[in-house]
């Protein structure tokens, strides 16, 4: 928390420094590490944001039109506990639906809020609808890397694969385009020393 605090009030600092110490033969693939991971960081944390606001919605909106008991609660703990890996609004969904059809004898409305859980929260907005938002916000990944970034990401990073995975493919897709431009790079000192005025 300490070093977030640090990195929110001092980014700009942060930011001029490590400009200043990257040399001139890496400018390029400067800008577009920092151009990929800012738009795959914003893409990811605003599609996660959105889709699972989208989702807490539905499962208020089941909750009340089944009358369930704390409404307003399980859909806040859906949109907490959809931020961690595995887990997700199936979580809630999932135990109010065996409860209405064990507690209440209502197996119809279980099976609409199984249907609904699963085929929309769980399957379209996770796995179609988060990386379709992701990718267009970031305008660096296509829909493919970004489903890729985050599904892999969660699974192999935790909760802040999250960001981890599409930030790790954008970081490869930036220097794969940067090294692909023919005329884009500098390698040696002398192309340095031009490239910074200083050769004699």
Known sequence: MFTAFYVMTDAERIIAYVRSTVPPRYSKLSRALET????????????TVVTQGLKSVIIFVMMLAFHIPLAAVLAAVS???GFFPIVGSWSVYLPVAAWLAVFRDATSQAMIMLVIGFFVNTLYISTILRPKIAAERSKVLNFYWMLV???TGVYTFGLVGILLGPILIGLLKAIFDTITVSSGWAFNDEEDEIATG???
């Open 36 to 47: 990929n991971v800012s738009g795959v960081l914003y893409g990811a944390v605003y599609s």
């Open 79 to 81: 949109f907490v506990i």
């Open 149 to 151: 970034g985050l599904i």
């Open 198 to 200: 200083s050769a004699p």
